[in-house]
């Protein structure tokens, strides 16, 4: 049972141009969860999500920033027309079921913009 | 607004101490406290988790303990080695919510 899955694991953009990361979560896991973290600091939330739905996008950035989590597929975080300052890491989690759960987090993707 | 916050921000050690490392909440309605590790360039290992009615968690030389009242939790670290050495990382959930992390450098 493969764990929560990233990819890519490193991705490079000019700016402008657009970011797509995909997270699958652990099998079974329907709970979805988005973090950034730059160097140095702590993991900043951005995003939960449940199959077909956003549960709190409070940390999401309200410009260029997408995210979602259809009822196929894996969860897609989408950062259109990036900036440098989009450089960070970004780990995706999952859980089976809400917030009593363990979380379980992928590898993450490394964004770098050129 | 929850607020996270993990004191030391590093520490430094010589191997076989052993250590505490805190962290702190503001607001206390929590389902859970999950404490992870974290090796440079790589993604979070969870370590232990501690539901909001627990008083505490054990894993080998790992003991995690939760004071829910007073919005306080410790990791506690025995006999440490320099295997240890990452940053450790506490959340609180509901949304979870990240503290900055402790780096620790545990010294052959």
């Known amino acids: 049972n493969a764990g929560v899955m990233q990819n890519p694991r490193h991705l490079v953009r000019r700016r402008g141009q657009e970011a797509r990361l995909r997270c699958s979560p652990m099998k079974g896991h329907s709970h979805v969860y988005w973090y950034r973290q730059l160097p140095e600091e702590g993991l900043k939330f951005m995003v939960y999500l449940q199959k077909e739905n956003i549960i709190d996008e409070s940390g999401m950035p309200k410009e260029r920033f997408s995210a979602e989590f259809p009822k196929e597929g894996p969860s897609i975080l989408r950062i259109q027309q990036v900036v440098r300052g989009d450089s960070a890491a970004y780990f995706c989690?999952?859980?089976?079921?809400?917030?009593?759960?363990?979380?379980?987090f992928g590898s993450g993707t490394q964004l770098s913009v050129l | 607004k929850q607020e996270v916050t993990q004191i030391p921000a590093a520490l430094s050690v010589p191997e076989g101490e052993n250590l505490v490392l805190n962290c702190s909440f503001t607001?206390?309605?929590?389902?859970?406290l999950q404490w992870f590790r974290q090796d440079p360039g790589k993604g979070l290992t969870s370590l232990l988790l501690i539901q909001s009615s627990q008083r505490e968690q054990t894993s080998g030389r790992l003991n995690a303990s939760l004071d829910k009242s007073s919005g306080r939790s410790t990791l506690y670290i025995a006999a440490s080695q320099p295997g240890d050495s990452a940053t450790y990382l506490c959340?609180?959930?509901?949304?979870?919510?990240f503290g900055a992390g402790t780096r620790l450098t545990v010294k052959p």
């Open positions: 959340a609180v959930r509901y949304g979870m919510r």
């Open positions: 607001d206390s309605a929590i389902y859970n």
């Open positions: 989690a999952s859980s089976r079921t809400g917030a009593e759960e363990k979380l379980f």
